[in-house]
């Protein structure tokens, strides 16, 4: 069985992304005018933000086995993690971490290219796999300098 190349896999997630967008045409239109386009947080997923340096030792921490896509915006030095839309309050004790409110908008870059300092640090792939946040907690949280088993997921 032959493996999805690279460029069906980004387009797989792209799929994904524009399908988690209330109208995908205004979408599209925004990309192809290489602007940023608001995606809602809430049904597909809650929304996470925290700093950039943090957020790349916890990419390294969790695996790519653990994690869900991660926006980053180098100019900013901010990064947001798209988690379960049902999350809970397992994040409340990460003073660096905000989890947005459901309806708040995310400005997301397509997949293929960064804009106006926004890129994925971790692209969705397609599959709908997003970040568990009792995981990132870890990896962000008190003691995150030890890296996050496999054991971890589950």
């Known amino acids: 069985m032959a493996l999805p190349n690279a460029r069906h896999l980004r ?6 992304l524009l399908s988690c967008a209330d109208d995908p045409a205004p ?6 005018e290489e602007q940023l386009a608001p995606f809602p947080s809430g049904v597909h997923w809650a ?14 921490r969790i695996g790519p086995a653990g994690r869900g896509p991660v926006l980053a915006d180098v100019s900013a030095g901010r990064a947001w993690w798209l988690l379960p839309p049902e999350l809970g309050g397992e994040l409340d ?62």
């Not at 387009?11 to 994904?16: T, Y």
């Not at 979408?27 to 192809?32: G, K, N, T, Y």
């Not at 960064?114 to 907690?137: A, F, I, K, N, Y």
Request: glycine content about 12%.
């Open 47 to 60: 929304v996470a933000e925290a700093p950039l340096t943090q957020s790349m030792e916890a990419v390294k």
């Open 93 to 154: 004790d990460i003073w660096h971490l905000t989890v947005h409110p459901a309806g708040w908008l995310l400005p997301c870059p397509p997949l293929l290219y960064p804009v106006r300092g926004r890129v994925w640090m971790e692209p969705p792939t397609g599959s709908g796999r997003l970040t568990d946040p009792v995981v990132l907690g870890a990896a962000l949280g008190p003691g995150g300098s030890a890296r996050v088993t496999e054991e971890a997921h589950g």
């Open 27 to 32: 979408v599209l239109r925004a990309w192809a």
């Open 11 to 16: 387009q797989r997630g792209q799929d994904w």
